[in-house]
T-cell receptor, first 114, second 117 residues
Framework: ETAVFQTPNYHVTQVGNEVSFNCKQTLGHDTMYWYKQDSKKLLKIMFSYNNKQLIVNETVPRRFSPQSSDKAHLNLRIKSVEPEDSAVYLC?????????????FGPGTRLTVL | GDSVTQTEGLVTLTEGLPVMLNCTYQTIYSNPFLFWYVQHLNESPRLLLKSFTDNKRTEHQGFHATLHKSSSSFHLQKSSAQLSDSALYYCALSDRGTGGLSGKLTFGEGTQVTVIS
């Protein structure tokens, strides 16, 4: 099956802990993204990677860091989570990075910070 | 920076009636790419349609939209709503970057559509 896969589906943690989310795409795409969808359903880009190079780094807190081993994988690490980090984190991929290509989204990881 | 405005947060309409969701945008880029993404309950967003050609109608799955650069608009329409159209609809603008490639999408706040029988 060709798609965007994310693990875990859900994660509940305490303030101050470190978490990591995984994303893998089997679509053969060159660019991957991390988006944050908050409780009001606002969808905002956090990072994008093209062939392992970070090409967009929005003004997210420094505790967030993307990690990529190859163009099919893009993980997200959050050091010392805060309550405002509670959200759904969506991974996406596209064939290229011109912004004209369709972005394919994974199912998301729902993070709850207590 | 770029911005996208969707004026309706919630839309409730009766099955069979027409749908129109508003989308306007602001960008310094003269050739923007505009998208509509749809997110059904407990699913992830997926592309509904896209356009970069001024004044050309784009259609997909019964929905259509026309990019009007003169008014910076990309409204989504459908002639007859179905129950299955109930979903969250996002208008999005592509940022092609300045002097390079970025591929960033700027999303509007979304319009939640509920179709009732």
């Amino acid at each position: 099956e060709t798609a965007v896969f994310q693990t875990p589906n859900y994660h509940v943690t305490q303030v101050g802990n470190e978490v990591s989310f995984n994303c893998k795409q089997t679509l053969g795409h060159d660019t991957m993204y991390w988006y944050k969808q908050d409780s009001k359903k606002l969808l905002k880009i956090m990072f994008s990677y093209n062939n392992k190079q970070l090409i967009v780094n929005e003004t997210v807190p420094r505790r967030f860091s993307p990690q990529s081993s190859d163009k099919a994988h893009l993980n997200l690490r959050i050091k010392s989570v805060e309550p405002e980090d509670s959200a759904v984190y969506l991974c996406a991929s596209s064939l290229g990075d011109w912004g004209t290509y369709e972005q394919y989204f994974g199912p998301g990881t729902r993070l709850t910070v207590l | 920076g770029d911005s996208v405005t969707q004026t309706e947060g919630l839309v409730t309409l009766t099955e069979g009636l027409p749908v129109m969701l508003n989308c306007t945008y602001q960008t310094i880029y003269s050739n923007p790419f505009l998208f509509w993404y749809v997110q059904h309950l407990n699913e992830s967003p997926r592309l509904l349609l896209k356009s970069f050609t001024d004044n050309k109608r784009t259609e997909h799955q019964g929905f259509h939209a026309t990019l009007h650069k003169s008014s910076s608009s990309f409204h989504l329409q459908k002639s007859s709503a179905q129950l299955s159209d109930s979903a969250l609809y996002y208008c999005a603008l592509s940022d092609r970057g300045t002097g390079g490639l970025s591929g960033k999408l700027t999303f509007g706040e979304g319009t939640q559509v509920t179709v009732i029988s």
